[in-house]
């Protein structure tokens, strides 16, 4: 009889163990999990959730516009792994990518990288629709300056 | 096709062809006849720009790559008009002297049967015809300046220079550093492949005047799949138009499609050389993030801002490969690290590569529209290279406050396909001679980067438009 209740104990607590992650995995949503990842991975500068949340919304619409279903169902997949797994940037280009697209996105670079100052979301970067955007280049940083 | 016969026949548009054209119009009599045969469509750069900011382009499906069997390289390359012109990065360093002497100065794979010396004045002409930007001072030998000023180095690319002179200078480039004939000045997008400001030069905005020459005639669409053959000569060209077969007929012909698909022709056509399609290769390369302490890397005015040549020449490739390096100021190397953000300088270590006959070009068997290529590494020469640079490195780079290096995993291709028609002074060593013209078929060019007979780590396509200036200003 103990060992039985023993056994029963086990199997509940496996279960239990097993299907909280599952069921909080399945849950959760991606875009909640990139603005998780976006302000963990950035939480030294000052982001308010809602200017990581209008990126995602834009850069998801974007990044997935032409995109097959079983990529979009490996992306989701893989990107959620990493929240739970809690990769980082150094661990997970997927995770870089993101980052990276985000403050790519925003004023922080405009603003010269100042990290006391609000970083704020102003529009999907697109290489191709605003070229020479390269925030450390000499359009930027011009030769005289740097001397 | 207006005519029954041509003068001159070629295959392909891209810089291989176009140069050779170029030339061969410049010497050919007013009345001559060519014909040009593409196989992709002309796909506009205003509408890759286009389709790259995210809007549709009715030219997608043209544009798209044609399958090779057994592709495990991901070997990059475009169709269309002006070929791969269309998705190079505009890299132009000229090969070093010691690259065409491998043999001779370090015992290994052969020596090329044509000089530096003698392609120099081709080298030149082809850095006018593309509005080079580039420096003064080079580690190889050139007369004179570049056409355009060189690119403005970032501040840790300043450092080495300082250290290295010649070694390490800013890249010179087809990516222009002023506006110049038609295209804009670079601004350091960092998405060279289509250039959202058409600053980097293609065969579209050339405006070399070769196509727009009433001597030639491009038909598009069409697709050469084999040569038909008599006595060594070639005959007539066989090609699928509309999924049509139709034959084309000329007196010299000159394939420039590219090393995978050049070989391809020839060995449908029953070239028996044993060199054709075989030595299928390119460079080897891998990044190099290293972390600066408190030295932000600003200030580059391109995408790749300099070439380094620490590791490329001397008496160590009687062992182990040159490696060239790029300086890359691309904005995606940042550190999201407060305080950090910019302090690293990313390279991209490039190392030559032997040929070797594990790795080839072959036709497929009843599919006479594909090849198969067959790749199975790259050779020890090349391994003991990447072993010895990050042994180096660290020496190479100590006038730099390095926290660390960080290598990422090699790069599946250097989108640079090269040797399976390899350049020699006979046929028991290669396929074409330093003419670029078949040992067999002599009234047949095979141009292109195909044609090398050493794997240099310097990017090939100012190497190869050099190749087919001289190949037609020799044979014609």
């Given amino acids: ?147 | 096709m207006k005519y029954d016969k041509y003068d001159l026949l070629v295959a392909g548009t891209g810089p291989a062809s176009t140069f050779f054209i170029k030339k061969y119009l410049s010497k050919a009599r007013a009345s001559v006849k060519v014909l040009v045969l593409e196989r992709g469509d002309f796909y506009s750069h205003a509408d890759r720009l286009k389709k790259r900011a995210g809007d549709t382009s009715h030219y997608k499906k043209a544009a798209s790559k044609p399958r090779i069997n057994n592709e495990e390289r991901g070997w990059a390359y475009t169709i269309g008009f002006g070929g791969s012109s269309n998705c190079w990065y505009a890299c132009t360093p000229r090969f070093l002297p010691s690259d065409f002497r491998m043999k001779t100065l370090y015992g290994v794979a052969n020596d090329w049967p044509i000089s530096y010396e003698e392609l120099d004045p081709y080298y030149t002409e082809v850095e006018e015809l593309m509005s080079i930007s580039g420096p003064d001072e080079t580690p190889f030998p050139r007369q004179g300046s570049y056409p355009l000023p060189p690119h403005i180095l970032t501040t840790v690319d300043k450092v080495l220079n300082k250290k290295y002179g010649k070694l390490y200078i800013s890249q010179p480039t087809g990516r222009a550093s002023r506006p110049v004939n038609g295209r804009n000045a670079c601004c350091a997008s960092g998405v060279c492949g289509t250039c959202p400001v058409n600053a980097k030069f293609t065969i579209e905005n050339s405006n070399i005047g070769v196509y727009e020459d009433p001597r030639v005639e491009v038909i598009y669409g069409a697709q050469v799949y084999s040569l038909e053959l008599a006595n060594n000569v070639v005959r007539k060209v066989n090609f699928i138009q509309e999924g049509k077969e139709r034959q084309a007929e000329a007196e010299v012909f000159a394939l420039g499609t590219h090393a995978i698909f050049n070989p391809h022709i020839l060995l449908n056509s029953g070239d028996s050389n044993p060199f054709t399609g075989k030595g299928l290769g390119e460079q080897y390369g891998l990044q190099a993030v290293v972390y600066l302490d408190n030295m932000p890397n600003l200030g580059g005015s391109t995408w790749v801002t300099a070439n380094g040549y620490m590791l490329y020449d001397g008496v160590h490739r009687k062992d182990h490969a040159a490696c060239l390096m790029e300086s890359s100021n691309s904005p995606e190397w940042i550190r999201v690290e407060s305080g950090k953000w910019r302090n690293l300088i990313s390279f991209r270590m490039i190392f030559e590569d032997l040929p070797m006959e594990q790795n080839f070009v072959s036709a497929t068997p009843e599919d006479l529209l594909t090849p198969t290529t067959v790749f199975k590494g790259i050779s020890s020469y090349t391994e003991r290279a990447v072993d010895n640079m990050k042994i180096k490195l660290p020496e190479v780079l100590s006038c730099l406050p390095v926290e660390k290096i960080e290598y990422l995993k090699p790069f599946g291709s250097e989108s640079h396909i090269l040797g399976t028609t390899r350049m020699s002074a006979d046929a028991k060593d290669g396929v074409v001679d330093k003419n670029l013209i078949h040992h067999q078929y002599r009234n047949l060019f095979v141009l292109g980067s195909g044609s090398f007979t050493t794997y240099s780590p310097a990017n090939p396509t100012l190497t190869l438009s050099a190749l087919s200036l001289y190949a037609a200003d020799h044979a014609f």
């Fill in chain 1, 1 to 147: 009889m103990e060992r039985r209740r023993f056994l029963k104990t086990i199997g509940v607590g496996s279960a239990v163990v097993t299907a909280v992650p599952v069921f909080g995995y399945s849950l959760t949503s991606l875009n909640g999990i990139a603005v998780s990842l976006i302000l963990n991975e950035c939480h030294f500068l000052k982001i308010e959730r809602s200017e990581a949340e209008k990126f995602v919304d834009d850069f998801y619409i974007s990044y997935f516009k032409n995109a097959a279903q079983t990529a979009v169902l490996s992306y989701k997949l893989r990107l959620k792994s990493y929240y739970f797994l809690k990769f980082d940037s150094s661990d997970s280009e997927l995770v870089k990518e993101l980052v990276h697209n985000f403050l790519f996105s925003t004023d922080f670079f405009v603003n010269r990288m100042d990290e006391s100052k609000p970083v704020k979301y102003t529009g999907l970067h697109n290489p191709f629709t605003t070229p020479c955007y390269n925030p450390f280049s000499f359009l930027y940083y011009p030769p005289e300056k740097l001397t």
